[in-house]
């Protein structure tokens, strides 16, 4: 089938999937939520200096990760590090960014730790230099912990009504004293390594613009289309097409559950940043 996929004309694709998929939409009882990320651009150096002072951390050497499978257990795994012949928990955000790091560690220098921190988010970005090249970055891994959303924490406080990227920032930017406690909220830490292109999927290859979902691989496998109905938080419009599931997210959990990728920069941003969308999402079974 894949096969015949890449030798059908664009005009026939609809056809194609019509003929050879039968849609089946995923747990109609639950209206779902699907959100949306994007590839940022930020401003970062590879040497440090006065401007360029906050570290992207590459994949520690000291980090392990268990598969509890191999041990009769089921479970998601583990990551920690040994200490004195016993596995204990990696650190957390907070006390992974007490500490000083090694230049050896560090894959780039960034000027902004909220920068750094939605980079984390997002999982992907790409770093311009600043004699302006761009730098593309992606994930290498995590800490092991829990993914906390600190917009959630602002509401359940009262300090935010509307939750986005951008009204996050904005917090931000008028409470730099309650910076460094409300990052720490989110003890999840992700690490980096350098790529060759942009936001590469779980998948293993580069997100498509508004066609790559990031879904719970739990539910629905890797490299299945699905056909996603829902809106546009930030124009209202109807958001109703063929994807492919091919990425995953920390905070993507659930049958009825996905990250929309909306392509690299500002523009892309001010449409994922309020995505907030319920909606109903098919997976497409081959015949």
């Known amino acids: 089938m894949c096969k015949e996929l890449m030798q059908t004309p664009d005009r026939q694709l609809k056809a194609f999937f019509e003929q050879n998929f039968t849609p089946v939409q995923v747990s109609p009882q639950k209206k779902g939520l699907f959100t949306a990320y994007y590839s940022p651009v930020i401003p970062g150096s590879l040497a440090p200096s006065e401007d360029y002072s906050i570290p992207l951390l590459k994949l520690p050497h000291d980090l392990v990760k268990v598969r509890l499978a191999d041990f009769g257990l089921s479970g998601q795994g583990l990551v920690g590090r040994v200490e ?10 907070a006390e992974i960014d007490q500490q000083t790091a090694k230049t050896s560690d560090v894959l780039i220098w960034l000027s ?28 290498a891994g995590n800490n092991g912990h829990q993914y906390v ?96 599931a091919q990425d995953t997210g920390s905070a993507i959990k659930g049958p009825v559950r996905g990250d929309i990728y909306m392509g690299i920069g500002n523009d892309a941003a001010l449409i994922a940043g309020p995505q907030q969308e319920p909606g109903k999402l098919y997976v497409l079974i081959p015949r």
């Open 149 to 244: 959303a600190i917009g959630k924490i602002l509401k359940q406080k009262g300090e935010l009504e509307d939750v986005s990227m951008q009204t996050i920032r904005s917090w931000l930017e008028k409470n730099p004293d309650k910076r460094e406690w409300l990052l720490n909220q989110n003890p999840r830490y992700i690490f980096f390594s350098f790529s060759d292109e942009g936001a590469i999927t779980a998948q293993g290859v580069p997100a498509t613009t508004r066609r790559t979902l990031a879904v719970d691989p739990s539910y629905i496998p890797l490299g299945l289309p699905v056909w996603l109905d829902t809106r546009l938080t930030a124009t209202g419009e109807k958001f109703q097409q063929l994807m492919v």
């Open 84 to 93: 004195k012949g016993f596995l204990k928990p990696y650190g957390s955000r």
């Open 112 to 139: 902004n730790p909220v920068d750094k921190f939605f980079l984390q988010v997002q999982g992907s970005g790409n770093v311009e230099l600043p004699d302006g090249k761009i730098i593309h970055v992606g994930y």
